[in-house]
């Protein structure tokens, strides 16, 4: 049978004709074939169309309802085209109608503001899509501002990440903004943004009212101050908040007097499951603070307090709260704390005594031969499962080693194994963990 439509390859674009039919657009939107619709509307705006995005959209429309719309840039397998703001004017009319996708994955591609301001369209007009992954691109304020705004009335998007995109302090201000209205947005990731002190102070006054964001994620923002104003805000939303489930307050500079102030807020908390506190200044005083939350919060499940300095004394403190039989908590990341045998050892017996935690990580600390022993022994006892640690024991002449593997609670975004294939999730654990993250979608 003739296609309805006829097209000449290049390299990396295909070049539409117009049909001749004035229904066409209609016809395909009616037989679900979001490919022929994108070729449709790249011949009505006279745009060359994008092998890479037509390849996608057909290998999607055989995967029925509730798929992943998966166009990230950086795919080391396939033969991908970065996606253009031109593109993104395209797909968006594409997909305006449609119910099928329920995932957008724009990942490392070379979208603006321009290209931000089509997908507020999209958002506006869509009522199916739900999570947007928007990481690694070149949006800024307009960009954010105009995504923001499309938010205001959106009753279907529940995650979106901006990761890496310098929005700034304005940018992130029009989504707390957002936030005081919009009351379907579950996950919202706005680290490595250079957000500022008043933008991070904004959201913890909008979460003390906000009853659907259950995962923050404000990491890496540009802080000057030594007054911790941002800890001291977190922890009266803390106080007060019953929704929020994950938070992720990474590369804040954070001293012991900062964690002080956080869990204050935590000891009141009886929601938060995830504590995100890596790359900070924390010492032995705030382990101790921590091991306290630990001993009266029974919520908090994932501890992450990876790049710190909480040395013996710190480990120590959590092993005895770990140890306790009300303790909850499920899975510890301590890497590099300049943690030694001591500490390392005691949260081997705590993990005997205590069978809730399952996941510990622990590679960049002291490792000698005692600590190889004991984790040794965990994981061959069945105590301690390979994939649920950062370590692997071996033997040579007698004698007990670990060596690195490339497990841990959350995969910084720009890590990729190097062999084998990507997206093991031993090296994303959280995402099991955590059940904040519910989109249970089809990978395309």
Not at 38 to 54: E, K, M, N, P, R
Not at 282 to 300: C, F
Not at 434 to 441: A, G, V, Y
């Amino acid at each position: 049978m003739r296609p309805l439509w006829r097209c000449c390859y290049s390299n990396a674009k295909i070049k539409t004709h117009k049909s001749g039919s004035p229904s066409f657009a209609s016809l395909v939107t009616s037989m679900g074939d979001l490919e022929g619709l994108y070729l449709s509307v790249c011949d009505d705006l006279h745009l060359s169309a994008s092998v890479f995005i037509s390849q996608v959209l057909k290998e999607t429309q055989s995967r029925g309802s509730g798929v992943s719309l998966r166009l990230a840039g950086n795919d080391r397998v396939k033969d991908v085209i970065r996606l253009t703001d031109n593109d993104l004017l395209v797909l968006s009319k594409t997909l305006r109608s449609d119910l099928t996708v329920k995932a957008l994955d724009l990942r490392y591609n070379r979208i603006s503001d321009e290209g931000a301001g089509h997908l507020a369209d999209l958002i506006q007009e869509n009522v199916a899509l739900q999570s947007l992954d928007l990481l690694c691109n070149n949006i800024e304020v307009e960009g954010a501002e105009r995504i923001a705004k499309s938010l205001h009335q959106n009753a279907t998007l529940k995650r979106l990440r901006m990761t890496g995109n310098k929005i700034g302090n304005k940018g992130a201000m029009h989504f707390a903004s957002m936030m005081q209205t919009n009351t379907t947005l579950e996950e919202l990731d706005v680290s490595d943004c250079d957000l500022a002190t008043q933008s991070l102070i904004a959201f913890a006054i909008v979460l003390n009212s906000n009853r659907s964001i259950r995962s923050i994620n404000v990491s890496r923002a540009l802080l000057f101050s030594l007054q911790e104003e941002t800890a001291v805000h977190m922890a009266r939303m803390l106080a007060v908040n019953q929704t929020l489930r994950e938070l992720h307050m990474g590369k804040h500079g954070m001293t012991d007097s900062g964690v002080e102030r956080l869990c204050e807020g935590l000891m009141i908390n009886r929601t938060l499951r995830y504590l995100d506190l890596r790359c900070n200044r924390i010492t032995r005083d705030g382990a101790k603070r921590l091991s306290e939350v630990l001993r009266r919060n029974s919520t908090l499940e994932i501890l992450d307090l990876s790049s710190n300095r909480i040395e013996d004394d710190g480990a120590v403190y959590l092993s005895e709260a770990i140890a306790l039989p009300h303790c909850k908590l499920r899975a510890l990341s301590i890497p590099n704390n300049s943690i030694g045998t001591t500490g390392l050892v005691s949260l081997t017996k705590a993990m005997n005594t205590n069978p809730n935690l399952t996941h510990i990580y622990i590679w960049g600390n002291r490792l000698e031969e005692p600590v190889c022993v004991a984790f040794s022994q965990l994981i061959a006892s069945g105590r301690l499962l390979k994939d649920h640690t950062d370590v692997s024991p071996y033997e040579v002449d007698g004698r007990f080693y670990l060596a690195e593997m490339s497990h841990g609670l959350q995969r910084h975004y720009y890590w990729a194994p190097s062999y084998g294939e990507d997206g093991d999730p031993a090296s994303n654990a959280a995402l099991a963990l955590n059940t904040s993250h519910c989109l249970d979608l089809q990978p395309c």
